[in-house]
């Protein structure tokens, strides 16, 4: 096999447990477990922040056939299809598209601020933002189902459920486990960063405010044993939020109050790998049940995260870092 192993073990061993180079793989769906765990415990994967260029559809091409070889129920892509230096044009959204189809495994995209918000930019084509999220609506989430073969449609991630007026905000359950993904972007949010930005912004907080809100009280009265979260932009984390994602911190604060389960956060953005337990309560202490797992991106897109659920492991999740040798385009 043509790839590296590096695992976090969250849970096993205290907060985080060893960072374990050289260690096996995380567990895959075969692995043995005690038959009362087996039809509960999975893996998804997580990649964001690629391709930037056409190297790195290349590498997508190698990082999807990597992860269609392992028993995976669903692949987060938390945005960022393209560079802000790539032409925000429809032929660029169909290419990525198209690559992004050949999981074989329900693939959940979510937006990034390169793919709209900063279209208006000379290099990226003089776009209007505005028009161009409307297109990616009608290109990625104007149907019910995920991205992915035909054979990704058989799975429980295949059809997310779809917020009415914003159709990117998505969520899913897969067995006991409760996913959500709100579309929160680079560039402060896109906040001031485009003409009528400020307009688009509030619609959108409120959406998303209604959308985390109503899958709190979802998760709650299906008393979930976990709640994944995913974004886009990365909020930052400091004492004092940037205008752009204050009321995505608040509302973070409040959901890691109300469901006292583990929690992850996963987004992208910054292009740092890492996994840590960023978020600090009203008296500056960690927030012990919410875990950060940002993924790689460019120019790191011979890697990918694997994200492993076990019911028997106190903190729920395994993390592993994958990284694939790229192999040449068909």
């Known amino acids: 096999m043509n790839r590296r192993h590096l695992i976090t073990a969250l849970g096993a061993y205290g907060a985080y447990g060893a960072l374990a180079q050289g260690a096996p793989a995380a567990a895959r769906s075969n692995d043995a477990m005690p038959s009362s765990a087996v039809r509960e415990a999975f893996a998804f994967g997580l990649i964001g922040d690629l391709p930037y260029f056409e190297i790195d559809e290349q590498n997508l091409t190698s990082l999807i056939e990597d992860m ?5 129920e669903c692949v987060i892509h938390v945005g960022d299809i393209k560079t802000s230096m790539e032409l925000c044009s429809d032929a660029l959204y169909a290419r990525r598209k198209a690559l992004l189809e050949r999981s074989a495994h329900p693939l959940i995209l979510l937006p990034g601020d390169n ?8 290099r ?37 459920e779809r917020q009415a007026d914003c159709p990117e905000n998505v969520r899913w359950r897969i067995g006991n486990v409760q996913f959500v993904a709100l579309h929160v972007v680079g560039s402060s949010n896109g906040l001031n960063k485009y003409p009528g930005s400020r307009s ?39 004492r004092t939020p940037a205008p752009g994602y204050s009321g995505f911190m608040q509302g973070l604060q409040e959901l890691a109050q109300a469901f006292r389960q583990p929690i992850l956060l996963l987004h992208g953005d910054s292009h740092t790998y890492r996994v840590d337990r960023p978020l600090r309560d009203a008296n500056g202490y960690p927030v012990d049940h919410l875990t950060r797992i940002e993924c790689y991106g460019a120019p790191m897109t011979q890697s990918w995260v694997r994200i492993a659920y076990d019911p028997l492991l106190p903190a729920r999740f395994r993390v592993s870092a994958m990284h694939v040798r790229p192999r040449h385009m068909p």
Request: hydrophobic share 40%.
């Open 68 to 72: 269609n070889a392992d028993g995976l």
């Open 115 to 122: 793919d709209w918000t900063d279209c208006h930019r000379t």
């Open 124 to 160: 990226s084509g003089g776009y209007d933002p505005r028009e161009r999220l409307a297109a990616l609506r009608k290109l990625f989430w104007s149907t019910p189902y995920a991205l992915g073969r035909p054979e990704a449609m058989q799975r429980q991630a295949s059809r997310p």
């Open 200 to 238: 688009e912004f509030e619609l959108r907080e409120a959406a998303n405010r209604a959308w985390l809100s109503d899958t709190l009280s979802l998760a709650l009265r299906s008393q979930a044993d976990a709640l994944v979260l995913a974004i886009h932009g990365n909020p930052g984390f400091q």
